[in-house]
């Protein structure tokens, strides 16, 4: 074979290698749930190129993106790396501020049982802590009496990794235990607290214990760590 023939060839396939670097696979496998820009101070939401860097787009309103990555600032606030489609083509948009996009079908999650409505809507890392919004409905006619307790109580990571819960707050109160009377139908708030370290975005499942005639343990899935 001539050495021209060669350089030819060799040409060529750079010319193919090239092409295959150039074409950028979409991410949207990376991502599981599907949300929507919510800004509520704006018409749209800033898109930076890293967590609170340089702003390089916006995304409207009621956009949908898919989040592939969660990452923090040197401020620990939450930022979302997102994705979506535009114009029939799959975009990586970059970097927005993780509470204003709403993910409710996938974050939100709720069960029922006994006289209770149990709905864990978001868990948020503040420093060094995730805390974990427990709202509770009484769904009788009759005030209830219910009590929790950090006893058996849990988050397990989506790589089975435990997380005792360290402490429990209803209203100004924090404790390993805590009681209070539900009036019918009024949601009340409960958060736990556990040390779960950065990088853990997903909990399988929280599992609590809780108390109303009789000792109940109860267990809520699929929840995201904002």
Sequence with gaps: MSTSV??????????FIS?????QIPQKALARNVCKIADPNDVSLNVRDRPNGKLINSLRNGRKVYIHKIGYDKKGHSWARVGGYYKGRYRNW???FRRYI?????????TEAD???????NC?????????????TNTTDRNQEISFSVEDGRA??????????STIRLGRKSDYAVS??????????VNYYFAIPWGINRLTAIEFRYYNNGNRKLAIRNIQIE
């Design 6 to 15: 060669k350089v030819a060839g060799l040409i060529a396939l750079s010319g």
């Design 19 to 23: 092409a295959m670097t150039a074409v």
């Design 94 to 96: 970059g970097w927005v």
């Design 102 to 110: 709403d993910c409710n079908s996938s974050t939100t999650s709720i």
């Design 115 to 121: 006289k209770f409505r149990f709905q864990i809507k």
């Design 124 to 136: 948020k890392r503040t420093k060094g802590e995730v805390i974990c919004g427990l709202i509770i």
């Design 156 to 165: 397990i990571d989506v790589s089975g990794n435990v997380y005792d819960i």
């Design 180 to 189: 209070t009377t539900l009036t019918p139908r009024i949601p009340t708030k």
